[in-house]
């Protein structure tokens, strides 16, 4: 498979906005990872990405506020009073 | 005591016959590695055996007890650690091959404290290649080769903890610490018919263990008994300066409450599971009404699945970010695994982020709803082990009901497993008891009042 052929294809079920963030999304990957990918996991990545996408849109689906914050967890860092940075 | 006593006897058990003077824990430790290198190896249960560094605590062990200090009911209690966990000197393979010879110059926290309690580590065991983040789809996913149940060596042992399944259930060892990120203790527990806990997320240290999700990734025991889980728990929990999201909320002691006890029952849990395990999950409905009271509730309304898996898939690709990239990753064994994690490095930022927003609003009202009962429970695992040459998507297909395992998960919340019953193919079944966060005692007094009404913690295999 060709990375062409590889980031156009439209599975049955995968409307076309669907289909273009997950060929976007793909066309990442393949940037990152060259000629490594052999046909198979190309398609095996592709099916994943799909997969990763509709994740996404359940999240979208619960309404959140601009107040809803997630929990981090982040300490300011402080060396010993004898450091000089 | 026989061979065979020795082999299923519990913590408190073995702790007992110590203090007699009828059995060492060189003995012990013997008896132990005898049947890791027999049984455990058997059932691909088994890395590296620490025979020698095991056989000196032993004796160190002894003299200690011999001389008046006695460490606690851990002291001369031989156990297996999960390949995760960092040991000084020991190679550390997380399961995979490209990280088969790493080997660390320090102790996991949870390693450190067992050794303070006199626990004695006789085996790293196998697991799937790291911790299953890689998105195994059938049991073959580890260098040390499939795991097989402790009930049927057809079975799969479960994972990612396969090893500490199969080597408790199997009587190699009397209890392990295994690593659950999202079902790793509470299915090799329930497909090996031992008692599980995953502790509340921060509860134990994840110093030294190998990092899957930093903030779901939690640590806790498997054994015989609830009892016995307790007992572990209470050595390995507290604060721990190397890991800055462990708490220093004390953990509350298990109080010997036998009835009283208030039960929420997950709708609809039961309907789509295999027919042993909701006849079994029925069955000890009927236990629980004995000992409390029960009341069918949903959970609230989120994507828990989803939510859980978009912040899984964003900080594992990020921790093995480096080894994706390099290639490294073509070296794992189950095929699906080489490439498993390259589609996360395009997961967008705001994505994890609303992932993390949904999980702190999820969290309350789960909280709210969990706040009226001691526990809530479901079957742990709605079929039973599925053979080993299966792939997943054959056995469990790709529809699931509603389940305790994303949303406990998520949420970071306690949650024990303990056995309920068999198949009619004689695999084991389970119920797990999921609790608020924190409240480990009242899940782990639920699982013992259940467990004195019952005996399946008591069965084991014929090894």
């Known amino acids: 498979m060709t990375e062409q052929e590889g980031t156009t294809d439209q599975p049955a079920g995968e409307n076309p906005r669907q289909a273009t963030i997950i060929n976007a999304q793909f066309a990442f990957i393949a940037a990152r990872f060259g000629d490594g990918l052999s046909a198979e996991e190309r398609a095996e990545i592709r099916s994943r ?5 509709a994740l996404g849109e359940q999240l979208r689906s619960v309404p959140l506020a601009h107040s809803d914050e997630p929990e981090m967890l982040f300490i300011p860092y402080r060396g010993k009073d004898d450091q000089t940075s | 005591m026989s061979a065979d006593g020795l082999a299923y006897a519990t913590v408190a058990e073995l702790g007992r016959l110590i203090r007699a003077g009828e059995v060492t824990p060189t003995q012990l430790v013997e008896h132990a590695i005898e049947r890791l290198e027999t049984v455990g190896r058997r059932l691909n249960a088994v890395v590296t055996i620490t025979r020698d560094l095991a056989l000196a605590r032993a004796r160190q062990a002894e003299a200690e007890l011999s001389a008046g200090h006695d460490r606690g009911p851990l002291h001369g209690i031989p156990y297996g650690a999960k390949d995760l966990l960092a040991t000084a000197g020991i190679p550390t393979t997380w399961g995979a091959t490209p990280f088969q010879h790493q080997v660390f110059d320090y102790d996991a926290t949870v390693i450190a ?3 303070e309690a006199g626990a004695i580590l006789v085996a790293k065991l196998a697991m799937v290649e790291c911790a299953g983040g890689f998105g ?18 057809e079975a799969w042992s479960g994972g990612s903890s396969s090893g500490s399944g199969s080597a408790v259930g199997a009587g190699c060892i009397p209890f392990a610490i295994g690593s659950e990120t999202w079902g790793s203790i509470l299915t090799p527990s329930a497909f090996n018919g031992v008692t599980g806990l995953r502790p509340t997320y921060g509860r134990v240290s994840r110093h030294g263990a190998m990092a899957l999700s930093w903030t779901m990734d939690k640590l806790g025991p498997m054994a015989r008994t609830a009892e016995d889980c307790a007992t572990v728990l209470a050595a390995i929990a507290g604060p721990d300066p190397n ?5 220093d909320r004390p953990l509350t002691p298990v109080p010997p409450q036998r009835d009283g006890f208030r039960f929420a029952v997950l709708k609809g849990a039961a309907d789509w599971a295999q027919r042993e395990v909701r006849e079994n999950f029925e069955a000890s409905l009927e236990v629980l009404r004995e000992i409390g009271s029960l009341e069918e509730v949903s959970l609230p309304d989120f994507p828990w699945d989803a939510t859980a898996s978009v912040i899984v898939l ?6 093995f970010e480096e080894f994706i990239i390099s290639g490294e990753s073509a070296g794992l064994t189950a095929p699906e695994d080489r490439t498993g994690l390259h589609h996360a490095l395009a997961l967008p930022a705001v994505d994890y982020l609303r992932a993390l927003r949904i999980r702190r609003r999820a969290a309350r009202e789960l909280d709210r709803l969990l706040a009226e009962f001691d526990a809530i429970v479901a079957p742990t695992i709605p079929y039973v082990a599925p053979p080993i040459s299966d792939r997943f998507q054959t056995w469990f297909g790709r529809e699931r009901g509603p389940s305790l395992g994303a949303a406990g998960n998520l949420c970071g919340l306690p949650s024990i497993t303990v056995p309920n019953g068999f198949s009619e193919s004689g695999l084991p079944t389970a119920i797990e008891f999921t609790g608020r966060a924190y409240a480990e005692d009242r899940i782990l007094a639920a699982a013992i009042a259940f467990q004195s009404r019952t005996d399946w913690h008591t069965r084991h295999p014929a090894w």
Request: hydrophobic letters at 30%; charged letters at 25%; aromatic letters at 8%.
């Open chain 2, 314 to 319: 964003a900080e594992a690709a990020s921790a």
């Open chain 1, 49 to 53: 990405l799909a997969r990763s996408v």
């Open chain 2, 136 to 153: 195994y789809e059938q049991p073959d996913a580890s260098f040390t080769g499939p795991g097989k149940s402790a009930w049927s060596e």
């Open chain 2, 243 to 247: 890991d800055p999201t462990t708490t």
């Open chain 2, 113 to 115: 404290r067992l050794r």
